[in-house]
């Protein structure tokens, strides 16, 4: 029994509507050598956050299949999440002053939860950097533990990465979402793709009702074509340049932009580029700039459903799972060649990448002048995404994972035993 | 096992036909390539694993793309290096010729040396996006299914996910080291239908996904059955 209760659980044979009944089965006969098998998930916070939002469903589902899994999530004060949440930024690129007092808060409640949780599965992943340090646990032989980053690493900040890799390099393996965020290591690097739940209410069906009644919630004009960027007001999203780019477009179609985010009361910089958005979009009805509450799974889900095109105009961007939500959904996605972009559109086949505001403004035209082309960019999408980053799939990659290590432990053992 | 006759009713292989399952783990190396050099060097000295990865295991996993799409080499050429011509020479290498990894690796190093050779200037060019070699850890398990007979292998096959008929379909050819595939080669050996494993392993998986190869290869099978009842009027062959 894991000690995160989860709020719903589906049980795996609602995913054959969406896989078939080959990849169940699949999934039934690679986890039948794992039946029993102790796996600890630990991370940071049981609830917000798509490492949670996955690790809600990942878990219930290798239940199901008979593991012995739980998800352990550690305690921090206020103090460990702000060093924390600067290691992250510092990690991803960000400037960073390094501090000797943050590196002990970072020890000090590693240790703390080190005595609070029960470290003693046989596969144990530790999600991300915050929890890093409970590896100390780890006692040689008795289990395999595997670090599992969600962030970006390409470009860190040397001081924060130094200080990390002393812990990461003690793991037997580190998992990374693309290639590009993985760093030069001695351990083993596997990729296993973020994925997005096919079944949840950012990604079911919905009635064409209730995406009719979004449309007129927020008075979208469902006749004429709807171009749509669903991210947060921050300026590595560039909201700017998407508009840039719809300004262009407008000159030959007569078409809408949806920028639709969280809201950004609470989020200084946030207000700050709402503010700009607003400046460059002042006096077009035909843009529609949309605060949505901070979970509101369905309207994001109605709103790209009702989407012509779907627009992903990043700067920087980490995996970037709103792509694969847009082409799960069938949608022409148009969308920056950065960060774990061009694994999810393969460019003229899942979508198409640009690297411009010009760019961006050229593709879209030339899918609104080739509905064909654009059918069929949404039906490869939905296909790609099917095959690679639907959580099914993570849990087979997470199944192999194991699988791979047994056999690894089993020829260690034998090994031994010559 | 008896040579089988038209008809006849069909016989039962006195060795069956085991079905699988595969899943594969990617394991990111620690090489990688900006130019159309650097690619040459890492398709030099990447492991075969990594040449499996970016050319077997990827015709799987985009096999929806039935357009264009052949392999990560000539995808990145294509995409990211914009060398058009190498990136044709590259898709046109068929992996179904290849029945070891070796010669597939010539052949990937040639076409970049060839190029480069004659256009030096784009030998250093960089590349939009760097080209990241990745590796293929493959597991498989028994499906816990045999077959004896051309019903239990129709159900059989049915059954399967996508990567396991695509383990038994086309990578099959690195194991067996011949140009064929498990499916023919049981039916040829086992069963004695040389014809209807001819047609099956002309199933084209470039121009097909993975299900329409896998209707193809059902409907021939269906067909053989036919020819075998008695009372059934037979078919001419189809082309596949």
Known sequence: ?418 | MEEQKRGVTLEIAETPFEFFTVAHLTRISNLSAGTLAELLSGLEQCSDASIFHHTFQTLSSHHFLTEGFSNDFAQWVLADANRDALAEQLAALDIRDYTSIAALRDDLCHAVREYTGQYPEFAHQQALERFYFCESVEVTLPFGLNARTLDEFLSGVKRLSHAAFYFHFISSRLRLHLGTNDFSHWLANSLGLKHLAENINRIDIYTNTLDSARAKLLRLVERERRKHEPSTIREPSAAV
């Open chain 1, 1 to 418: 029994m894991s000690p995160v209760q989860f709020a719903s659980r589906v049980p795996l044979s609602d995913y054959a509507s969406v896989i078939g009944d080959a990849e169940i089965e699949e999934l039934r006969t690679l986890a039948k050598p794992l039946a029993g098998r102790t796996v600890e998930m630990v991370n940071s916070t049981a609830v917000g956050g798509g490492v949670a939002e996955m690790l809600n469903r990942l878990v219930p589902l290798a239940e199901e299949l008979g593991l012995n899994i739980r998800w352990e999530v550690m305690t921090g004060g206020e103090d460990f999440f702000e060093v924390t949440k600067a290691f992250h930024n510092a990690l991803h690129g960000e400037p960073y002053h390094a501090d000797a007092r943050h590196f002990d808060v970072f020890r000090s409640y590693n240790g703390l939860n080190l005595k609070r949780i029960p470290l003693d599965a046989e596969f144990v992943v530790i999600h991300d950097p915050q929890p890093a340090g409970l590896i100390q646990a780890r006692k040689n032989g008795k289990s395999r533990w595997i670090w599992r980053c969600h962030i970006d690493l390409s470009h860190p900040n040397r001081a924060v990465w130094d200080f990390l890799e002393g812990y990461v390099s003690k793991y037997e393996g580190a998992i990374f979402s693309s290639p590009q965020f993985a760093r030069q290591l001695d351990i083993p690097q596997y990729l296993i793709h973020p994925a997005i739940d096919p079944l949840s209410e950012k990604n079911q069906e919905l009635e064409p009702e209730f995406v009719m009644e979004v449309l007129a919630r927020y008075s979208i004009d469902p006749l004429r074509p709807i171009l749509t960027q669903i991210s947060r007001f921050d300026r590595l999203k560039d909201p700017v340049g998407v508009v840039r780019a719809y300004q262009i477009v407008r000159r030959y179609f007569d078409c809408q932009l949806v920028l639709a985010g969280g809201s950004a009361s609470d989020d200084p910089e946030g207000a700050e580029v709402l503010r700009e958005v607003k400046g460059v979009a002042e006096g077009d009805p035909d843009i529609k700039i949309l605060e949505l509450p901070a979970w509101a799974p369905l309207e994001v889900n109605a709103l790209q459903r009702a989407s012509t095109i779907v627009i992903q105009k990043s700067l920087r961007e980490g995996f970037g799972l709103t792509v694969s939500e847009a082409l799960w959904k069938k949608k022409p996605v148009v969308a920056s060649a950065v960060g774990g972009i061009p694994t999810q559109v393969i460019h003229k086949h899942t979508g198409m990448l640009a690297h411009s505001v010009e760019g961006t403004a050229y593709q879209i035209r030339f899918l609104l002048s080739h509905p064909e082309i654009a059918t069929r960019l949404g039906e490869q999408g939905h296909q790609h995404v099917k095959e690679n980053f639907l959580i099914t799939n993570n849990l087979k990659r997470y199944l192999t994972l194991f699988l791979t290590l047994n056999r690894e432990t089993k020829d260690r053992q034998s090994y031994r035993l010559r």
